[in-house]
């Protein structure tokens, strides 16, 4: 083989390899291209989905707070004393001024636009049995901005950023808003409705169940004002005041074996026992004291009881000592030796 052949089979291996490499090259930044526009939709999609968490805490807490209001109302500016025009949709600006929003929550998600609110009754209202729910959605439906349809992997980006919290109205089912917990009609109460690629997050019923409970300044029952019962133990880690009187069922005798130290009955013959090491105990310490007649036993001969108003008998409690502080000593047959004992402890 010549010089002249060499040279140019060396000339076209090298052409060969010019063009794996660009191909690989080619390869790589499509590659490198492709992976960062899905960081940076997965990034967008994180943002709205975060900020459409904030603006769902602040409808179910505007929710929860005006809900008994809600359950009655029979006009749209049933609430407009708090400053909300219509409580069927409570603007931005309105739940910013009601406090229900930070001072610097931006209107908008440059993925979803602003977010606007819708909140509706349904059930047996006005009253109780009324069931209050809301919907919090992006007014901008999720798109591929070239084709202008609506972008799947967009919406799967910001669904899985929502936590299984969100929401959206899918090509296959168009007339339902769905996610993991909950399926709306995307066709709204107040009439609107919801293109595909429309992403949200619902207040259910089951998420502002707590206003079932009563609060302190409940509308319901300002200040607690009423009867309060309670099944169970109540217990407070502070002083309560009772400002009429307090009622206490629970009747024991003196000395009989309690389980909670400290607690308070009643003694059954009167005045307030407290359980102390195990046992019940007058309240104000004091042992009392009695009589005995050798004849007639815890009463005088004319028949005067001489018992201890503590225990009700003629003995001390359990706590106390036995004095003995008078003896009449040897009396006539009819009236019997008398002595007087004082329980002290």
């Known amino acids: 083989m010549n010089r002249h052949a060499v040279h140019s089979s060396q000339r076209g291996y090298a052409l060969v390899e010019l063009a794996l490499v660009l191909l690989i090259t080619s390869l790589l930044a499509a590659w490198g291209v492709h ?15 975060a900020w459409m968490a904030a603006m769902h805490k602040a409808v179910l807490a505007y929710v929860q707070r005006y809900g ?14 708090h400053g909300f025009a219509d409580w069927r949709a409570p603007a931005f600006a309105e739940l910013k001024q009601a406090g229900l929003l930070s001072a610097g929550m931006p ?3 440059p993925l979803t636009g602003p977010a606007r609110v819708i909140v509706w009754h349904q059930g047996e209202c006005p009253g109780d049995a009324c069931i209050v729910e809301a919907i919090v959605y992006g007014e901008w439906p999720v798109r591929d901005l070239k084709r202008g349809e609506p972008d799947e992997a967009k919406v799967a980006q910001w669904l899985l950023a929502s936590e299984g919290e969100g929401a959206a109205v899918h090509p296959r089912e168009p007339d339902r808003i769905q996610g993991a917990a909950y399926s709306y009609s995307s066709t709204l109460p107040d009439g609107t409705v919801l ?7 619902a207040v259910t019923a089951e998420q502002q169940a707590l206003w079932s409970f009563l609060r302190v300044k409940d509308r319901r029952d300002p ?14 880690r502070a002083d309560a005041t009772v400002a009429g009187q307090l009622t206490i069922g629970a009747q024991f005798h003196d000395g009989m074996e309690c389980e909670t130290e400290k607690a308070v009955a009643h003694h059954v013959l009167g005045g307030l026992l407290v359980c102390h090491l195990g046992r019940w105990r007058s309240s104000g310490r004091a042992g009392g004291g009695y009589g005995y007649n050798l004849l007639y036993g815890c009463e005088t001969s004319e028949g005067y009881p001489m018992a201890n108003p503590v225990t009700g008998d003629c003995s001390c409690p359990w706590y106390t000592s036995t004095v003995p502080i008078f003896d009449s000593g040897p009396q006539p047959s009819s009236h019997g030796r008398q002595i007087a004992y004082l329980c002290v402890g």
């Open 68 to 81: 008994p209001e809600i359950q009655e109302a029979e006009h749209p500016d049933a609430l407009a004393i």
């Open 35 to 49: 992976t960062l526009v899905n960081r940076i939709h997965d990034a967008q999609a994180r943002s709205a989905a």
């Open 107 to 109: 209107e908008n998600a």
């Open 223 to 236: 200040d607690f004002q009423g009867a309060l019962s309670v099944a169970g133990n109540l217990h407070s």
């Open 195 to 201: 293109p595909v690629g429309t992403v949200a997050r």
